[in-house]
């Protein structure tokens, strides 16, 4: 009986190369270290009180906030797809992220272009 978690991943296909089940969980990791990142500029860009347009600043910090707890729940949703496929021997999924953190740094920064021009 396999009782690794979760079992909806590990409970489907065979055994893939081991490298390339690391390989995964090093992305998913990177997506990790990502979200911290934008958790903490978005943290630092309210609480360093920069001299910007104090509404736009705040909605910049928490586009950011709110895309590094995005991307967790993201990554694991991309883990498990990826992993899944690497079981059952099929092509590999599209990532999720790209365009979410794409769209959300453009987001951030066009807000913080327009809280610097309005101070």
Request: no cysteine; hydrophobic share 55%.
């Amino acid at each position: 009986m396999n009782r690794r978690f979760p079992a909806s991943v590990f409970s489907r296909g065979q055994e893939p190369d081991a490298r390339f089940t690391l390989a995964n969980e090093r992305t998913y990791l990177a997506w990790i270290r990502t979200a911290l990142a934008f958790l903490a500029g978005g943290v630092a860009l309210e609480l360093l009180g920069l001299e910007l347009h104090p509404e736009l600043r705040l909605a910049a910090s928490l586009v950011l906030i709110i895309v590094g707890m995005l991307v967790p729940a993201l990554a694991w949703i991309g883990w498990a797809r990826t992993e899944r496929a690497l079981r059952e021997n099929k092509p590999l999924p599209a990532s999720l992220l790209g365009a979410t953190l794409g769209i959300a740094v453009t987001i951030a920064g066009l807000l913080l272009v327009l809280a610097i021009l309005l101070r």
